[in-house]
């Protein structure tokens, strides 16, 4: 039965081209936008390099201070996220890094823009950067205030470029020498909390990073927990450490700090007040509504335009003794191989968009690509659409009466 | 009489003409938003930038020296200047605070005026050669000099923005604005400054003021604008590094150039505004085609009716205006609609954006959809006009 109906929609298909040209379009367009936006949500936000422990690990990127004159909300001091958050029992590390920031290098009358973090040694056991060659700086070297550096891969060709190693060597960044103890892979800069093109030991900070015990400052921290069952106890540890914590100063008489998801610490507004979830989440919809919306309406509209061309073929069968069920069940088959064959299109229009968008290196590094994730989700709408746009014109035929139908011609 | 007639044929079609409509419905409110954003940034494009980028740079600094003596700090920032100035490629600089142009630093504040309050004013803190080193042009008054040490009212340069919000036409110079609602805080107006689009060009320049900097101001202070000649190079950009790194030995130091700045801020609007005007155009294609395809299914379902009034007499174009009119009397109603919801916008002011931007975008909506539905039904009305009475009446 399914191949008769599906021999049939071959034939509907290529009876009326203009109109199966006007739904391939609607159909693979659509789902080549929404492709290109989950593949680029997948890589900002699911892509797990170097954070592969994401799943027993909790973020902690903002503390806010409130009180009666206003309010401020910053990254945190090395000073708060060593000596309160430090103290926590259930984590078994605790990465703290500095947010990146700028410098320049000038190297044979060229200048080099040069990005640069300090991190302490837990930070390099969370953290899974894939080194093409050398190692991180240990706890020892740490401790020695010792001028080593690891470097990105981007950075080692643009300072030193094309030599096969370079550990061992010198790079000059804010007038200083380090030496380069290891290469990684690049991170692309929307990962703002790891990426960098120079990790740096936090002891050789100019400014001296250990000092003066206030609560904001440039760092940022990974909490590590020992196990994935392990992190909601964390996270109430954490909760539990903010109220305990006395105010900074009397201006203030509340303070709020998470411990938080990658995605949630991610989109934080920086306000206590506004959930980034809800604001990308509120977004992403209403965009995607947008964007299916009018495909839909226009499938609906050609499907019925589609079913009334076919009114004598349906009163045909119905005068046969076919029940609505099984014309509706035929029609959503016949539909649902329609998205399908426009979704096979909206795959491949996607890879190319990709490609496309890949070679304009909008975002340094950030190389989207099409992945199960991404195809299954494709293929989820295309389904949706198929069912979405076929069931009123099919409800709308079964109602078809056998007479008219058959008159009408 | 036409026109009840046209009714009457819609109404009798009422289901698929309903469908026909929610899509046109729908398609002005995507155009609508998508003209709203693209009429606010050539709003704002079309006007001047302000100052002159091009050959200033922008050195940021941090954990700069600290001490308690105002003298030795005034020193040593003077003995940091000099040595700058002294160089050849150096034509002026200026310390100035965090927000600089193109950067993402903001120090916004409140400031009342005759009772009235404007919230989100800039608060800007410059020293005396700002306005040289940024080439700005002074409308009215003055910028600062060494006399305002010792006025009695701290004395403030307004940017033109803040002047038309606060002032209108009238005079600013010599008027007092409040900081905050502390009466003891009172700012007096002496010049007036062309408005510096600090967020880059597509982007609104917003309140602002400039306070004269002190030697508090020193104290926090992370930021340093150099204009230099348009020959600088590389190798002279190294010296300098070198120069302000050699003599704060306790500090990071950034050089950027402005023009570089400026570029990758304008990128942060100009990619959505891609984005959107492809998605736009890519819904306005798929409209379109289905319009057309609707239109020009119902003329062959309506062959009889056309050959009917062929035969009684109605000439072709009678009959492809006919379709015409239908499908913008269509659009009409749905217009009508969707500028229902439009007009919410300036009406209940969301966003914050001026009226004249929101009818401009309605506007330009309107006429891209009436263009879009009257291309579209052209064809398919000329078909029926083609349409020969005997064949059409042969076939029922």
């Known amino acids: 039965m399914l191949k008769n109906y599906f021999k049939i929609a071959i034939a509907v298909l290529r009876r009326r081209k203009f109109f199966t040209f006007i739904s391939l379009f609607g159909i693979s367009f659509t789902l080549t936008i929404l492709l290109v936006l989950t593949a680029f949500l997948d890589k900002v936000v699911g892509d797990s390099y170097p954070d592969r422990k994401r799943d027993r690990s909790l973020y902690v990127t903002r503390l806010q201070e409130s009180g009666k004159d206003g309010q401020s909300s910053s990254t945190l001091s090395y000073y708060f996220l060593s000596h309160f958050v430090g103290s926590l029992k259930t984590p078994v590390k605790l990465g703290i890094s500095t947010i990146y920031e700028g410098t320049n290098t000038y190297v044979n009358n060229k200048k080099i823009a040069v990005n640069y973090k300090y991190t302490n040694a837990d930070y390099w056991d969370i953290m899974e950067y894939d080194f093409t060659e050398g190692k991180a700086f240990s706890k020892q070297q740490i401790d020695n205030v010792d001028k080593v550096a690891v470097i990105s891969e981007d950075m080692k060709s643009e300072y030193f470029g094309d030599i096969p190693s370079v550990i061992g060597k010198y790079i000059e960044a804010d007038n200083v020498k380090y030496r380069v103890i290891g290469v990684v892979k690049n991170v692309p800069i929307t990962s703002y909390t790891l990426y960098s093109d120079i990790y740096l030991p936090y002891t050789v900070s100019k400014t001296d990073l250990t000092k003066g015990k206030g609560y904001l400052g440039g760092s940022t921290a990974v909490l590590l927990a020992k196990s994935a069952a392990d992190v909601p106890r964390m996270r109430d540890e954490y909760d539990a450490m903010m109220r305990r914590i006395p105010m900074e100063s009397k201006q203030f008489n509340k303070m709020y700090s998470h411990a938080e998801s990658y995605i949630r610490s991610y989109v934080d507004t920086g306000n206590e007040g506004m959930s980034g979830v809800t604001i990308v989440i509120t977004t992403i919809v209403i965009f995607v509504l947008l964007v299916t919306v009018l495909p839909t309406l226009n499938l609906v509209n050609i499907n019925i335009t589609r079913i009334m061309e076919r009114s004598s073929e349906i009163g045909v069968r119905k005068a046969f003794g076919a029940s609505s069920g099984t014309l509706v069940y035929q029609f959503l088959v016949e539909n649902i191989i329609l998205t399908l064959l426009g979704g096979l299109i909206g795959v491949v229009l996607s890879f190319i968009a990709i490609q496309v968008i890949n070679s304009f290196h909008l975002i340094p590094n950030l190389i989207l690509s099409i992945n199960f994730t991404v195809l299954g989700i494709g293929l989820l709408v295309c389904f949706f659409f198929g069912l979405l746009s076929g069931v009123y014109p099919a409800w709308r035929m079964s109602k078809l009466n056998v007479v008219t139908a058959l008159k009408a011609q | ?396």
Request: proline share 3%.
């Open chain 2, 1 to 396: 009489m036409m026109f009840k007639h046209l009714f009457k044929l819609i109404w009798n079609k009422k289901k698929q003409n309903f469908l026909l409509m929610t899509e046109m419905l729908f398609s002005f409110l995507v155009l609508f938003a998508v003209f709203t954003l693209l009429v606010y940034y050539y709003d704002n494009y079309k006007k001047p930038m302000g100052f002159e980028y091009q050959n200033v740079w922008v050195v940021s600094y941090n954990n700069a020296y600290q001490t308690k003596n105002a003298d030795s700090l005034n020193n040593y920032y003077e003995i940091l200047r000099k040595s700058i100035k002294a160089m050849p490629e150096v034509r002026e600089l200026s310390f100035c605070s965090f927000n600089t142009p193109f950067s993402n630093n903001m120090s916004q504040g409140r400031v009342t005026y005759h009772k009235k309050e404007f919230y989100h004013m800039n608060f800007y803190t410059a020293d005396d050669s700002y306005q040289a080193t940024m080439n700005m042009q002074v409308s009215e008054g003055r910028w600062f000099n060494k006399t305002d040490v010792v006025a009695k009212d701290k004395p403030i340069v307004i940017n033109s923005d803040t002047k038309e919000q606060l002032f209108g036409k009238g005079t600013a110079v010599g008027q007092l604005i409040v900081n905050g609602d502390d009466k003891d805080k009172m700012m007096r107006v002496i010049g007036v400054v062309q408005s510096i689009k600090v967020k880059g060009d597509y982007a609104p320049a917003g309140l602002g003021l400039y306070q004269r900097a002190d030697t508090g101001s020193l104290r926090w202070f992370g930021k340093i604008m150099v204009q230099v000649t348009p020959d600088a190079s590389a190798a002279f950009e190294g010296r300098l590094y070198k120069t302000m790194a050699n003599y704060m030995k306790d500090s990071n130091i950034e050089i950027e150039h402005l023009t570089n700045k400026r570029t990758s801020i304008n990128y942060f609007t100009l990619i959505p505004m891609i984005v959107l005007s492809i998605v736009g155009s890519f819904l306005a294609i798929n409209v379109a085609l289905g319009l057309f395809g609707v239109l020009w299914y119902n003329i062959n379902q309506r062959r009889g009716e056309i050959g009917l009034r062929r035969a009684v007499g109605a000439s072709g174009n009678a009959v492809s205006s006919q379709l015409i009119y239908e499908s913008m009397i269509l659009a009409t109603l749905s217009l009508i609609v969707g500028s229902f919801f439009a007009v919410q916008f300036p009406l209940l002011n969301v966003f914050d954006l001026s009226a004249g931007i929101y009818i401009s975008a309605m506007l330009l909506a309107i006429t891209f959809i009436y263009l879009l539905v009257f291309l579209c039904s052209l064809y398919p009305g000329r078909q029926a006009a083609a349409i020969y009475p005997a064949v059409a009446l042969h076939e029922e």
